[in-house]
């Protein structure tokens, strides 16, 4: 298949690696003046957890990078791996220049599909959340990978979403098909935004997890943002990740903690997926602004979240 991601950052860069190794035409589409940055390509130190891989390995990824589209650029599939709120002005900007292009939105989402459908009819595109992740140290990218979440923004998954499952299996990518995922990704909006407000009041990981009252805050507020989701209508007991945190036992949540240290310590998967964590203070800021306007709007509770105010505040100003 014919592949074009847009951009060639830590995701973009992951799964253009990954598919390109399996035989598929890969373009890069970056800004201006990083093709001749990437001519060499991208080093790679990464962790491959995929099924029947699970291996370390390090090399070069030879990608092949343009910063404009042309005629020639035959292009199938389109990967959007940017930021949430960076999405839109993306779209504006390629959409009206691929207009036989499918699109994977590989980004979070808490706005909803409104703005996208104005752009693209929901036959185009589908929705997804990358189980990869890492970081750039210098010019190596430091990262995991393990597989890919996708599907429709509402309803069973289309034949869009078959068919980018396929292509993903194509590169032994193993990916999750979601009914609702719109409904998937706010979950893992307030699995985020909760744990990461109390990250930025802490400072550090190390500091969080060394401190059992920040840790144990930390999941109380994903359940407060986790409630916010219930609000919109969300089954937020369908999704098995969100049990650690809507646990009423305190002997459970005690429990769910040392699992968590433990996973952030020793797994070195999560490791490279959280070595970003604090790296995009726009991101943050707007994960937690997002959750705590929503949460006000629908009168949910959020005290935990509150007591971030001043944290995020400062974090806001130095960023």
Same mark, same amino acid.
């Given at each position: 298949?014919?592949?074009?991601?847009?951009?060639?950052?830590?995701?973009?860069?992951?799964?253009?690696?990954?598919?390109?190794?399996?035989?598929?035409?890969?373009?890069?589409?970056?800004?201006?003046?990083?093709?001749?940055?990437?001519?060499?390509?991208?080093?790679?130190?990464?962790?491959?957890?995929?099924?029947?891989?699970?291996?370390?390995?390090?090399?070069?990824?030879?990608?092949?990078?343009?910063?404009?589209?042309?005629?020639?650029?035959?292009?199938?599939?389109?990967?959007?791996?940017?930021?949430?709120?960076?999405?839109?002005?993306?779209?504006?900007?390629?959409?009206?220049?691929?207009?036989?292009?499918?699109?994977?939105?590989?980004?979070?989402?808490?706005?909803?599909?409104?703005?996208?459908?104005?752009?693209?009819?929901?036959?185009?595109?589908?929705?997804?959340?990358?189980?990869?992740?890492?970081?750039?140290?210098?010019?190596?990218?430091?990262?995991?990978?393990?597989?890919?979440?996708?599907?429709?923004?509402?309803?069973?998954?289309?034949?869009?979403?078959?068919?980018?499952?396929?292509?993903?299996?194509?590169?032994?990518?193993?990916?999750?098909?979601?009914?609702?995922?719109?409904?998937?990704?706010?979950?893992?909006?307030?699995?985020?935004?909760?744990?990461?407000?109390?990250?930025?009041?802490?400072?550090?990981?190390?500091?969080?997890?060394?401190?059992?009252?920040?840790?144990?805050?930390?999941?109380?507020?994903?359940?407060?943002?986790?409630?916010?989701?219930?609000?919109?209508?969300?089954?937020?007991?369908?999704?098995?990740?969100?049990?650690?945190?809507?646990?009423?036992?305190?002997?459970?949540?005690?429990?769910?903690?040392?699992?968590?240290?433990?996973?952030?310590?020793?797994?070195? /998967?999560?490791?490279?997926?959280?070595? !970003?964590? &604090? $790296?995009? =203070?726009?991101? %943050?800021?707007?994960? @937690? /602004?997002?959750?705590?306007?929503?949460? !006000?709007? &629908? $009168?949910? =509770?959020?005290? %935990?979240?509150?007591? @971030?105010?001043?944290?995020?505040?400062?974090?806001?100003?130095?960023?």
């Amino acid at each position: 298949m014919n592949v074009l991601v847009i951009g060639a950052g830590v995701i973009g860069s992951i799964y253009g690696w990954a598919l390109a190794q399996n035989g598929h035409q890969v373009l890069h589409l970056v800004r201006s003046g990083r093709v001749g940055v990437l001519r060499e390509g991208i080093r790679l130190d990464l962790l491959d957890q995929r099924k029947a891989r699970k291996r370390s390995l390090s090399g070069w990824y030879r990608l092949n990078a343009v910063e404009t589209l042309s005629p020639a650029n035959a292009v199938e599939l389109v990967i959007v791996p940017v930021k949430h709120y960076a999405l839109m002005p993306t779209l504006k900007a390629i959409a009206p220049q691929l207009i036989a292009a499918e699109f994977l939105l590989l980004t979070q989402n808490w706005q909803g599909v409104g703005e996208i459908d104005l752009l693209l009819p929901r036959s185009r595109y589908i929705c997804g959340d990358a189980k990869a992740g890492g970081t750039f140290l210098g010019c190596k990218l430091v990262a995991a990978l393990k597989g890919v979440d996708i599907g429709s923004p509402e309803g069973a998954p289309s034949a869009l979403a078959m068919k980018v499952a396929d292509l993903f299996a194509s590169a032994d990518i193993q990916t999750r098909l979601h009914s609702d995922m719109l409904h998937y990704l706010w979950v893992q909006y307030a699995l985020t935004g909760g744990p990461w407000a109390a990250l930025v009041q802490a400072g550090s990981f190390t500091k969080m997890l060394n401190d059992r009252d920040a840790a144990l805050a930390a999941l109380m507020a994903g359940r407060e943002c986790l409630q916010v989701v219930k609000q919109r209508g969300v089954d937020i007991f369908r999704y098995p990740e969100t049990k650690p945190f809507l646990t009423n036992s305190a002997l459970r949540r005690h429990l769910n903690l040392w699992i968590i240290r433990r996973m952030f310590r020793h797994d070195e /998967y999560t490791r490279r997926c959280s070595a !970003h964590a &604090l $790296g995009d =203070p726009v991101e %943050v800021k707007t994960f @937690y /602004y997002d959750l705590m306007a929503t949460g !006000h709007d &629908l $009168g949910v =509770p959020m005290p %935990v979240m509150e007591s @971030y105010a001043e944290a995020m505040r400062r974090f806001s100003l130095a960023s």
